[in-house]
């Protein structure tokens, strides 16, 4: 009894991502564009009948597949969009309803899997308006089960809809993705998954520090759900109220002036400093894979600062967080954030096969803070680039050499042709006038 009972609480919770998924278009956040196209296609009647979203994890293709198969459904639409009130609406979102149907390619990648879908698919709803398959990871199906698919995309039944999503849009054969109308899915912004993040907590009691809310999108690159992912586990470290600190301690990284201190010991040449900061890290118990992804992203900051200028709209980040990367990308040189950047990037891809991760971090950090000591060509132009970011010191008078002091005119005399300046020599003699 107590078994069942603690399975029963368990059961209760629901992850953050599922219990806040958008329900109508209109909470779907990052996609305007898509979501105004999808909407007066359903308000003005004009239903494709295969639909391809593409896009990275967690950008709501899913999410718009499922209201998109509540809106043609919906038995009293609201301008285009779902009013998940009606009996088609909830019986959608209970899926209890077998006309709506989700596929994981994955997991069916088959021919007779999809040989068995489409037997089904020729017999008209049940209750709803139009049978909805929903294909989700459709690059996942083989060469086969493209071609048995192939037909019935390309001339469905009029009850009948399609609805693919992909992560690799690349590997779905061309002849699918013609019969289809599709929609890109881009990365959400930083202020758009803080603003949905923020609303969500709110609705669930719970506070996370702006600082850390940033952190979490950032750490996300792009993904609402793995944000919302990242903010439960936060939760459950701390509680309902979350601070910054406690957030990086979570995602295993470091704060942004930490980085900014280490940037500048690695611009200055301040290798014992570099490997001080590192050793402050270590001790920390961070990531050293996260701490070498952060630094990297840093230091693509500053090159971008340096090679753009203010470009707060190409790093997604605050005018004040611009101001700090424009002034601190004065240190450097473009060709040294370059270096920089692609050492990185390098350590953290050999990072995960490295026995002593430690040694190899440290080595990378002393290469960039040291160019001197770098002998290639490209370091050539880093150390240049290197003094032309050192103060100009005062010229000093320069001693007058030997050769440039004037020579007296009673030693000019005494010495020989080949040792006497060339302004002071004696013009030659003309050659003789023949007589003839």
């Known amino acids: 009894m107590p078994q069942n009972i603690l399975q029963g609480v368990v059961a209760l919770y629901r992850a953050l991502y599922r219990k806040w998924r958008p329900r109508k278009f209109a909470d779907v956040v990052g996609q305007e564009a898509i979501v105004t196209a999808l909407q ?27 209201i998109l198969a509540k809106a043609v459904n919906c038995l009293h ?35 007779d899997d999809i040989r068995e879908l489409l037997s089904e698919s020729v017999y008209t709803p049940t209750v709803l308006k139009k049978r909805v398959y929903i294909i989700d990871e459709v690059h996942m199906l083989s060469t086969q089960a493209f071609n048995a698919l192939l037909k019935t995309i390309e001339e469905p039944p009029e009850h009948l809809m399609f609805i693919l999503a992909t992560t690799e849009p690349q590997r779905i054969p061309a002849t699918i993705i013609s019969r ?41 690159e792009g993904g609402m759900r793995d944000a919302l992912s990242l903010a439960d586990q936060c939760l459950s470290f701390c509680g309902d109220h979350v601070t910054a600190a406690d ?16 940037a ?21 118990g961070r990531d050293l894979r996260v701490f070498i992804h952060d630094l990297a992203m840093h230091m693509r900051a500053l090159l971008l600062a340096k090679l753009c200028g203010h470009c707060s709209d190409i790093l997604d980040c605050t005018e004040d967080a ?25 350590a953290e891809s050999r990072l995960k096969n490295m026995a002593l991760p430690r040694v190899l971090v440290e080595s990378v950090l002393v290469r960039i803070a040291r160019p001197e000591e770098q002998r290639t060509v490209e370091d050539l132009v880093e150390r240049i680039e290197a003094l032309e970011q050192r103060p100009v010191a005062a010229a000093q008078p320069a001693s007058v050499s030997r050769e440039s002091q004037p020579v007296p005119q009673a030693q000019m005399e005494d010495l020989p042709p080949w040792e006497t300046p060339e302004e002071e020599r004696p ?6 006038i023949s007589e003839e």
Not at 264 to 284: F, G, N, P
């Open 40 to 66: 007066n296609q359903i308000a003005a009647g004009r239903i494709g009948h295969a639909y391809l979203f593409t896009g990275t994890r967690g950008t709501g293709k899913t999410t718009c597949a499922r």
């Open 427 to 432: 013009l030659p003699e003309p050659p003789p």
């Open 77 to 111: 639409p609201e301008d285009g969009a779902p009013c998940n009130q009606c009996e088609a609406c909830r019986g959608i979102d209970s899926g209890s309803l077998l006309d709506v149907t989700e596929l994981d390619a994955a997991s069916n990648s088959r021919v």
């Open 180 to 220: 289809c109308q599709r929609f890109d899915f881009h990365r959400l912004s930083i202020g758009d998954m803080t603003g949905r993040m923020q609303a969500v907590l709110e609705s669930a009691g719970a506070v996370i520090d702006p600082e850390g809310l940033v952190a979490i999108a950032r750490a996300a």
């Open 264 to 284: 500048d010991a690695l611009l200055s040449s301040d290798s014992a400093k570099a490997l001080t900061l590192l050793d402050q890290v270590i001790r920390e």
């Open 322 to 346: 611009m101001k700090r990367y424009m002034a601190q990308a004065e240190k450097g040189g473009e060709v040294r954030l370059l270096r920089a950047s692609e050492a990185l990037l390098q």
């Open 247 to 262: 957030v990086y301690a979570v995602l295993g990284s470091m704060d942004g002036e930490f980085l900014f201190s280490m």
